[in-house]
């Protein structure tokens, strides 16, 4: 049977995420450019539990979209439009794989280990290399600004199919949007 949504964990993997996306990004600009201090370093912190958080989360949904087919887009829909809808979901899908790989680079190249939640202590995944770790957070940066244009593309997409077309895209992933969904 073809789903017309998406399944209840993926629809909660997805919001998830992208509360946490959008508590990260702001939280990253904000810490980037404040002078070493604790507070700065405990900022530092919360933005890598939410980065580990949202990979940990990232990986979960990809094994859950593995084995549950999405629902598929609109026929209606022209063929360039569904290209493009599945090309920008692959790059927010390798996006969201690299960010949190790039920030860990990074934090490992600068010496600094990231403790998950001030508990679970993570390996450095390469040796420290100042101009190393200045140079991945050029990359990381740049990610982070990538995932920001793809993320307000998405987000426009889903509300043009939903107050211009009508189609039902966005309802698949907020149900109660759904015609004739109780309220």
Known sequence: ???????????????????????AFPLGVYMADLALSPLKLRLIS???????????????RLAWRVGHVPPPLPGSMPLW???A????HFLLYLLLFAIPLSGWLMSSAKG??????GVLPLPG???KDKALGDQLRQVHEALNLTLLV?????AGAALKHHFIEHDGILARMLPFLEKGASR
Do not use: D, N, S
């Open 81 to 83: 439009q569904r290209q």
């Open 112 to 117: 600094f280990q990231t403790v998950y939640l």
């Open 150 to 154: 793809l993320l307000l593309a998405h």
């Open 85 to 88: 809808a599945h090309g920008l």
């Open 46 to 60: 919360y933005h890598k539990w939410l980065g580990v958080t949202v990979f940990l989360l990232f990986l979960a």
């Open 125 to 127: 995944l390469i040796v």
């Open 1 to 23: 049977m073809i789903p017309v949504r998406y399944t209840r964990t993926a629809i909660a993997l997805h919001w998830l995420i992208a509360l946490l996306v959008v508590a």
